[in-house]
């Protein structure tokens, strides 16, 4: 690659070799050249929560239309959220992810164990047992469902601090949201829909909090999308509890005002929030105060869209967006350099959970997972997914990424999908 910008900032050649980066000259005389005028180099996005759907619900997603649509975006590393049919819930499971990741290789596919059988908040999972297999996840979670009991989450922190995991919260008090449909106000209240009050996020963060505090477990905390919550992270974090915490795309840039019209495109949990609370998110990002963004890439079917608000899935996909939106909320109005976005999207969500290669971005003999994004080219719609519940359709969204290289493969080549061959066992991520 000659004459890519890295960061964004100074213009650099880079070459790739044996999966690795080198210096020009390390190359081969017949190697390919990718022309980078104009182009940002960013090491490979990491997405810390994604939903793949398989097994089970193989109509909305699966490991491979999920990795394609990530590599679309400009992801190397995604991690596979448990709430599947059956649940990631055992060694077993998480193997099976593992080898489906493998086989797809579009982008490196870390497994998330459940914390409770069946997500039923019940019974604690094999987190110890599902830790020692292969695939070895390091983020245990029952995402889309809130694990309310203390005993339970107490239990699932020991566990996952033995084996230096984190526990990754779906913050929601289920006693204070029975029903609810989307963000409590004065809006949920003239559509007559059943609100989700921001105290059912905090409230559950701050429990958490002094657990982790406790324990000294790791937590991290999902979706935050209030300003409350993100004041009890900030308070976490001024005590030295070991919290980190993500915001999504979209709670960055839309707001409940979006379900004026009852559009089950825009129904999301945790839901649109206010504008209020949308400007807070976007100071905690630059702050610091919130670690990583992430995007809860939620793919249903048009079934499960097309119909009645409060009878609509929750979720929105967010791939291949993601990058373009954190660009005009964060980058453009200058919260974060493309340097940030870096560290908030690729090298700190990879130490959270645990994957390997993140490190210094594009030193020499680093793995060779890297986006090249054309910054004044608009964001195609969204083409990898199974799913098109895409709730920035028709909105104008800028970055284009043009190029995508996994551990030193093209899986992205001028902006379309690159054939790919599968991993093979012996091979190491």
Known sequence: ????????????????????????????????????DGLVALPGLVDLHTHLRQPGMEHAETVLT?????????????????????????????????????????????????VT?????????????????????????????????????????????????????????????????????DLADRLGLTGWPSVAEESIIARDALLAEALDARLHVCHVSTAGSLDVVRWAKARGIAITAEVTPHHLLLTEDLVSDADPLFKVNPPLRTREDTMALREGVASGIIDIVATDHAPHPAE???????????????????????????????????????????????????????????????????????????????????SRNNPYFGRALQGAVVHTFYRGVATVANGELAEVSPIERTETL
């Open 66 to 114: 999920g990795s394609q649509a990530a590599a679309l975006g400009g992801f190397t590393a995604i991690h596979a959220m448990a709430n599947t049919q059956p649940t990631t819930d055992s060694p077993d499971a998480v193997q099976q992810v593992w080898d489906w990741g493998r086989r797809a290789a579009y982008a490196d596919v870390r497994p998330v164990g459940a």
């Open 117 to 185: 059988l069946g997500l039923r908040g019940e019974e604690l999972a094999d987190i110890v047992g599902m830790a020692g297999s292969e695939s070895a996840p390091r983020v245990f979670s029952d995402d889309g469902h809130c694990v309310h009991d203390s005993g339970l989450m107490r239990d699932a922190l020991l566990a996952a601090r033995r084996v230096g995991a984190v526990v990754a919260q779906h913050a929601q008090d289920p006693a204070l949201t029975v029903g609810s449909q989307m963000n409590a106000g």
């Open 304 to 386: 499960a869209k097309n119909c009645a608000f409060d009878q609509a899935a929750f979720g929105m996909v967010g791939l291949e967006t993601a990058l373009a939106v954190v660009l005009e909320t964060l980058v453009e109005p200058g919260h974060l350099t493309l340097g940030d976005v870096a560290r908030v999207m690729s090298t700190k969500p990879a130490d959270i959970g645990g994957v390997a290669g993140y490190g210094e971005p594009f030193g020499f003999g680093q793995p060779a997972h890297l986006a090249l994004v054309d910054r004044s080219r608009p964001t195609p719609e969204p083409s990898g997914s199974l």
């Open 1 to 36: 690659m000659k004459g890519v910008r890295l960061l964004g900032e100074t213009g650099a050649d880079l070459g790739i070799k044996n999966g690795v980066f080198v210096p020009l000259e390390a190359l081969d005389a017949d190697h390919t050249v990718v022309d980078g």
